[in-house]
């Protein structure tokens, strides 16, 4: 049962107003606790299959694999989450997600050949959960309308680059400090008792539409044509993820300083963490299409001349840049998927983005190490210049698209006066 919450659109939106919302905190902690595990899983494996393995090259093959797995299968996960609802599809996910968890864990330990392990590493990947698109698609239900979406927007992306910082260092503790096999041991441990504490939280879900149920005239979230153009977008930021990684790992080899490659990675991701936050107090005075396209234009400039650093302190400035320019064309790219495909799709919209992400990342990695190998870490920095110049060109081209679809676009005359369309953006809907 939902009731209409008036939301004063005057007052400044902020952080501890969205916390506030009826009912966030139940989706918003048991949602971090199985999201958390989203950053350890690949390096876990890696750690793990290189200790089993003596080799890098054997342990990067899995973790890849794992990678491209769970980047095929998000947006499948999506749209059956968009049909039968987050708790039908979850509980299913993070029980299949600790069984492959435990049987690559097994395999890896009895020295199983690496045919065998890359072969476990698919259903592995392939059942990781899509707990933050589902958060983000809770977000949306629960703000349809209110000033306080893009602060949801920001918050979450604040609570993913958390998530990737802390993730890899609890990981590579666990499995230097304790056993080679504690970090995918917590991973599926936090992803399977997460994951079902968030599914629990029933009151909070999207409503699954009729249509949407029944299969009856379901469009994926991918015919509309705005999604499309958010989705090269968000591979040009996975370029930049991936192509940071590689290159600043090669860097500080080549400065003969490895450790300064954590610091390096942590300015740049504390740039990212720290203009989300900013992003989600602002009141923003321009419309979203504007937004991305500008916050899109910084990054790309900013990318383009990482190859120039020579030193640990200009690169490390100008990674602190890059990681202020993300955050903006990051939320506000999530946010515009509210404006451009219909309730009932958003979910696997937003694992759509999601995905475009990981791809991106993992392309960039392949990409980012040949160079790399080849030449220098200067060229692997070359990565996330090409990826950001061949997004934002895709942006500028096809920025119409961006454009919010009409709200007549949806119709079912059976349905509520607000699922059509019609006076739906002023009230808020909470349980």
């Known amino acids: 049962m939902t009731s209409a919450v008036t939301t004063d659109t005057s007052a400044r939106p902020g952080y501890g107003a969205l916390l506030r919302t009826p009912g966030a905190l139940g989706f918003v902690l048991p949602g971090f606790a199985a999201r958390l595990p989203f950053g350890m899983l690949t390096i876990s494996i890696l750690l793990l299959v290189q200790h089993t393995t003596g080799s890098y090259a054997s342990a990067g093959v899995v973790s890849a694999v794992t990678g491209v797995s769970m980047a095929l299968s998000a947006p499948v996960m999506g749209k059956f989450t968009d049909r039968r609802g987050q708790s039908a599809v ?24 690496l045919w065998a392990l890359a072969l476990s590493a698919v259903p592995t990947g392939a059942s990781v959960p899509q707990v933050g698109p589902m958060v983000r698609a809770r977000w949306t239900a629960r703000l349809e309308g209110s000033p306080l979406l893009p602060t949801a927007a920001a918050f979450e992306s604040v609570t993913d680059e958390f998530t990737f910082v802390v993730g890899p260092v609890l990981a590579t503790a666990l499995c230097t400090g304790v056993h080679p096999a504690a970090g995918l041991t917590t991973e599926a441990a936090l992803t399977l008792v997460g994951g079902l504490v968030f599914a629990a939280r029933r009151s909070t879900q999207p409503k699954v539409l009729a249509s949407a149920a029944t299969g009856e005239k379901h469009a994926s979230a991918l015919s509309h044509a705005g999604l499309r153009v958010l989705i090269a977008a968000f591979l040009g ?19 003969g300083n490895p450790g300064a490659n954590g610091l390096l990675y942590g300015v740049f991701a504390a740039g990212n963490m720290t203009a989300g936050i900013a992003c989600g107090a602002i009141a923003w005075k321009i419309g979203p299409r504007r937004r991305l396209l500008l916050g899109y234009a910084g990054l790309t400039v900013t990318a383009s001349v990482l190859w120039t650093a020579h030193s640990a302190v200009l690169l490390g400035g100008l990674g602190l840049l890059v990681g202020l320019c993300i955050a903006p064309a990051l939320i506000t790219g999530y946010t515009m998927v509210e404006s451009l495909v219909p309730a009932h799709t958003r979910t696997e919209a937003f694992t759509w983005l999601t995905g475009a992400v990981a791809f991106g990342q993992a392309v960039a990695v392949i990409a980012a190490g040949r160079l790399t190998d080849a030449h220098g870490s200067s060229y692997g920095f070359l990565v996330p210049m090409a990826g950001t110049v061949l997004a934002l060109a895709t942006l500028l081209a096809l920025r119409s698209r961006l454009a919010p679809r009409a709200p007549s676009r949806v119709i079912n005359s059976s349905a509520p006066a607000d699922e059509r369309g019609m006076g739906h953006r002023v009230p808020v809907t909470v349980d």
């Open 90 to 113: 979850l509980v299913p996910v993070v029980l299949a997600h600790a069984a492959a968890v435990a049987a690559l864990v097994t395999l890896a330990l009895m020295d199983a050949p």
């Open 237 to 255: 930021i996975g370029a930049v993820f991936g192509g940071m990684q590689v290159s600043l790992a090669a860097f500080s080899n080549e400065i």
